[in-house]
């Protein structure tokens, strides 16, 4: 790697229930406003622009060039768009900004998921010929994950409500997160998961900039650099899978470095709590790693976004000097299919 | 702050989709009451079957005939199931291993409740009554005792049928309530008074009409609103000579844009009062409403002179 690239600011909507209110654009230009103030940048400023959203929860074609209007288009600007979560935008901006096209890139993504039915939704995304004629909803195929983990005795349904319950107290300190506090396990969704399993349905959006080398030390007091990032997938089918593990997770870790050296900080995007488990045993986590200090998806879960806060949040805990080395992971379609890492660190202190 | 407008916005399509050699099979065989996989280069049996190896994308073909019968591998209990799946009555989800594969199946099982259900449960196929080659042929799994009758055994089959599936079509329908946030909310309800309102950039002090709340130049909020019209100009407009499904307008029609008075940003609408052929740029025009509608339903002309091609060149 010849050009050294961090995360120069973080910014994120309150997540809520409903945003009747806002359309797209309203939602995000505070944020947009926000991380290019907090760089010191104009929307004129930046180098490349790339986003993530999806069609399927606006119900529109092409919805993300309604977006477009909150950054600036006109005169033309170099932008893109992945029908994605946000870490993929970043990853395309930071291949970017590796090739020196562009010095500072704006990386945003939104979802509003209060105009329809999530779980609905969620099934367009499966295999057209053998699942999504089935219907089967996003968490009955979290579920059968978690019973699949509970059957191989890495976890029980003590040990999933644990992991609910730690990631909506860590939230009490995130003014962002719509679920926080105390919040009753419930009952079942689809056994074994239960509502407190399952992460909120709601709405939101983030946005980070990136910048390379000085531009990014100039930008920021403790830039977030960006060591290593790398994404893969599996199988697509579920019944080739082995559920109780994410091999994809675990390599691209490996070839993003994390295993290199231990790492602090992990902000997993596991929106069930069962996949947070799946999650650190592919990782190799143990107790002396704070995981989802955020809240995590448990807490907030803005489709589209919600893997882009990951590597948000990790990175603005280098910002405050609270993480020195952090590793940020976004999964994308059922039951962890697609998975990305990346890793963070700040200058030594 | 004026009530959220909402509306229902259902979005529906059948997706046609063309099967490859192996898919055709699979989905003709499930017609056929056969149940079929592909073995891979290092000799295991995926079911359902793909047409490229998932660990060394080699290409497979080789198809070979499973049990009916399998083992759950993994569950889930769904007590409430939601529009589309295949049983209206609480059922489980499950992974299923047929006998004779090395993969699971995705599909649901019919059993009496969730203490019925453990991974390792024996379970066979219940079939469609009626079938057409898809998925839905089975209709679902349900508990199997060893000791029952009533499972077929493979007969050898090859997978090669006299009439194949090639296709199937996939409906799909999602339901949302949609909402246009706080700009357009705000133009829609002045449209309801017949008065055209827009937004005007903080920054470049330019209007734009029908606001979307932001700037498209300058990338930042807008909020002051701005009256304007009702009258317009003409700036540019094609001739439609093809009559759109359900649309109750007779051809050929003039669709234009118009830059209303006092808007940086021409809107579109149809021109009517006027033979389509004698319709110009620069020619003046102004709404007409029909009895309750939101929006003006047509622009006529307003007799006076056309505008001058510089007061609208930057608006073209």
């Not at chain 1, 909506?168 to 719509?178: D, F, K, L, V």
């Amino acid at each position: 790697m010849t050009r050294e690239i961090a995360v120069v600011a973080f910014g994120q909507t309150d997540h809520r229930r409903t945003s009747d209110e806002l359309s797209e654009v309203e939602m995000l230009i505070p944020v947009l406003h926000d991380v290019l103030g907090q760089a010191g940048l104009k929307t004129g400023d930046i180098g490349f622009t790339c986003s993530g959203s999806t069609d399927y929860l606006a119900g529109r074609a092409f919805s993300f060039t309604m977006a477009l209007d909150g950054v600036g288009a006109w005169p033309p600007i170099s932008e893109s768009h992945v029908e994605m979560d946000g870490a993929w935008a970043l990853y395309e901006a930071w291949t970017k900004l590796l090739t020196g096209d562009a010095d500072t890139a704006l990386v945003y993504a939104y979802g509003k998921s209060s105009p329809g039915s999530v779980r609905d939704v969620l099934t367009r995304q499966l295999d057209p010929y053998y699942v999504a004629p089935l219907w089967p909803d996003s968490v009955a195929l979290a579920a059968l994950q978690a019973q699949a983990l509970i059957d191989a005795g890495h976890a029980d349904e003590p040990a999933l409500a644990g992991v609910a319950a730690r990631s909506r107290a860590s939230a009490a300190t995130n003014s962002h997160a719509q679920l926080s506090g105390s919040v009753p396990q419930g009952d079942y969704v689809v056994r074994p998961l239960r509502t407190g399993d399952c992460p909120p349905v709601g709405d939101g959006a983030a946005a980070v900039v990136l910048a390379a080398g000085d531009r990014a030390r100039r930008l920021c007091a403790r830039p977030a650099w960006i060591r290593g990032i790398d994404h893969r997938i599996e199988a697509h089918a579920l019944g080739v899978r082995d559920l109780t593990d994410s091999p994809s997770t675990r390599l691209a870790a490996e070839k993003a470095g994390v295993f290199e050296r231990p790492v602090d900080t992990a902000e997993l995007y596991a929106p069930f709590t069962s996949q947070e488990v799946v999650l650190r045993r592919a990782l190799r986590l143990d107790d002396r790693v704070t995981v989802n200090p955020s809240g995590g998806a448990l807490a907030a879960n803005p489709i589209m976004a919600a893997g882009l806060i990951r590597i948000g949040e990790a990175a603005a805990r280098i910002h405050r000097g609270e993480s020195d080395r952090a590793l940020a992971h976004a999964t994308s379609g059922p039951c962890l299919q697609q998975n990305l890492v990346a890793l963070l660190e700040g200058d030594p202190r | 702050m004026p009530e959220v407008l909402k509306a229902p916005l259902v979005v529906e399509f059948p997706f046609t989709r063309s099967l490859g050699p192996v898919q055709s099979a699979f989905l003709t065989g499930l017609r056929e009451r056969v149940l079929l996989g592909v073995k891979t280069g290092d000799g295991r049996t995926l079911v359902p079957p793909v047409e490229y190896d998932p660990v060394t994308a080699e290409e497979i073909h080789d198809l070979v005939e499973v049990a009916p019968t399998g083992t759950v591998t993994t569950w889930a209990w769904n007590h409430a199931p939601r529009r589309g799946q295949p049983l209206d009555t609480p059922f489980a989800w499950v992974l299923v291993r047929l006998d004779g594969a090395d993969t699971a199946l995705l599909h649901a099982l019919d059993a009496a409740g969730p203490d019925a259900v453990h991974s390792g449960l024996r379970v066979r196929v219940r079939w469609a009554a009626q079938r057409s080659g898809a998925i839905t042929d089975i209709a679902c799994f349900e508990p199997y005792d060893s000791g029952d009758d009533a499972a077929a055994e493979p007969t050898g089959h090859d997978g090669r049928f006299a009439d194949p599936v090639t296709g199937i079509v996939a409906p799909a329908r999602l339901d949302y309530v949609y909402s246009p946030g706080r700009a357009q909310s705000a133009h829609l309800d002045a449209l309801a008074e017949q008065r055209t309102v827009g937004e005007r950039c903080p920054s470049c002090r330019k209007v734009y009409v029908p606001p979307r709340g932001a700037c498209p130049t300058c990338g930042v909020a807008t909020s002051e609103a701005v009256e304007v019209g009702p009258r317009g100009t003409v700036t540019t407009y094609c001739i439609v000579n093809i009559k759109a499904k359900n649309l109750d307008i007779e051809v050929p029609y003039v669709y234009a844009h118009i830059a209303l008075d006092g808007a940086d940003l021409a809107l579109h609408g149809r021109i009517g009062g006027i033979p389509y052929d004698q319709v110009r740029m620069g020619l003046r025009v102004e709404p007409v409403w029909t009895d309750g509608g939101r929006h003006p339903d047509h622009y006529r002309p307003t007799g006076e002179p056309d505008a001058d091609y510089e007061t609208y060149k930057e608006l073209l």
